[in-house]
């Protein structure tokens, strides 16, 4: 890291620590949505761990087997909204 961006880094942390609480874990909330937004987070891990669990899933029934079994278990609710 240069040192402009040392600078850049102690002004941040400056200005974060005034902050209240509240607005510290906004900083943090926004930090993840710039790091999402542009494609910082390491979607290379991510594709890996994701892709690590294929195959995971052991069944020994066929498909229909399972397909039944998953609209047998499903359960509709009886609540009408509120209007």
């Known amino acids: 890291m240069n040192s402009a961006q040392q600078?850049?880094?102690?002004?941040?942390?400056?200005e974060v620590q005034v902050?209240?609480?509240n607005l510290?874990?906004?900083v943090?909330?926004?930090?993840?949505?710039l790091r999402?937004?542009?494609?910082?987070e390491d979607t290379e891990k991510h594709k890996e761990i994701l892709l690590a669990t294929?195959?995971?899933?052991e069944d020994d029934r066929k498909p229909e087997e399972i397909i039944q079994d998953?609209?047998?278990n499903r359960t509709i609710s009886e609540v009408e909204?509120?209007?």
């Not at 943090?28 to 949505?33: A, E, N, P, Q, R």
């Not at 999402?36 to 910082?40: E, H, L, V, W």
């Not at 294929?54 to 899933?57: C, K, Q, Y």
């Open 7 to 14: 600078i850049l880094v102690k002004q941040i942390v400056a």
């Open 19 to 21: 902050l209240p609480e």
């Open 24 to 26: 510290k874990r906004e």
């Open 28 to 33: 943090l909330d926004f930090i993840g949505y």
């Open 36 to 40: 999402t937004k542009y494609g910082q």
């Open 54 to 57: 294929f195959g995971s899933w």
């Open 70 to 72: 998953i609209y047998a």
């Open 81 to 83: 909204p509120g209007l």
